[in-house]
T-cell receptor, first 115, second 109 residues
Framework: EAGVTQFPSHSVIEKGQTVTLRCDPI?????LYWYRRVMGKEIKFLLH????????ESGMPNNRFLAERTGGTYSTLKVQPAELEDSGVYFC?????????????FGSGTRLTVV | SQQGEEDPQALSIQEGENATMNCSYK?????LQWYRQNSGRGLVHLIL?????REKHSGRLRVTLDTSKKSSSLLITASRAADTASYFC?????????FGKGTRLSVIA
């Protein structure tokens, strides 16, 4: 089966611009998660979808970040306007079982560089 | 909030040697997982140990869990150059997976 797919793999944008990251989970996985790793720091949870609904968005840093999962399939994470501190690697993961079961499948990540 | 903290932050060893990484966390958990990230690539799930388990093996990996000390260790035996990567522990409880900052392992051929 295909794994979790993220694109683009790398994005370089200027401060103030908009970037949209996409994640295609494993087919049939209702649970989709976004995480990010800012340079040199820990990997932090952003939000969790169950199908098309936001189950937990407690990790979203501010209202410049907007995540959607229309139709409960792929998800997008938009950053508008991007700031320098948004640079990092954004990971997406999916799972069949709810979040506390563990064993997520992660994508390869999108490396975002804001200059 | 609970948080995995890996130790050491960086580790450099010769091929064939064993590598041990430690992780501490703060609150009660359902399970603890270890992930690997190769440079520029995604996170790969290595092993999961449940809170009622004390030790688990998978190939060259050995994980221990001490819930009384809120700590875990990951041992990689007979390391290879391909093991060079960042290793993260992540705790799972009533909150989403919480990761630490990771240990950067370099295996020198």
């Amino acid at each position: 089966e295909a794994g979790v797919t993220q694109f683009p793999s790398h994005s370089v944008i200027e401060k103030g611009q908009t970037v949209t990251l996409r994640c295609d989970p494993i087919s049939g996985h209702d649970n989709l998660y976004w995480y990010r790793r800012v340079m040199g720091k820990e990997i932090k949870f952003l939000l969790h979808f169950v199908k098309e609904s936001k189950q937990d968005e407690s990790g979203m840093p501010n209202n410049r970040f907007l995540a959607e999962r229309t139709g409960g399939t792929y998800s997008t994470l938009k950053v508008q306007p991007a700031e320098l501190e948004d640079s990092g690697v954004y990971f997406c993961a999916s799972s069949q079982a709810p979040r506390d079961w563990g064993g997520y499948t992660f994508g390869s990540g999108t490396r975002l560089t804001v200059v | 909030s609970q948080q995995g903290e890996e130790d050491p932050q960086a580790l450099s060893i010769q091929e064939g040697e064993n590598a041990t990484m430690n992780c501490s966390y703060k609150t009660s958990i359902n399970n603890l997982q270890w992930y690997r990230q190769n440079s520029g690539r995604g996170l790969v799930h290595l092993i999961l140990i449940r809170s009622n388990e004390r030790e688990k093996h998978s190939g060259r990996l050995r994980v221990t869990l001490d819930t009384s000390k809120k700590s875990s260790s990951l041992l990689i035996t007979a390391s290879r150059a391909a093991d060079t990567a960042s290793y993260f522990c992540a705790t799972s409880g009533n909150t989403p997976l919480v990761f630490g900052k990771g240990t950067r392992l370099s295996v020198i051929a």
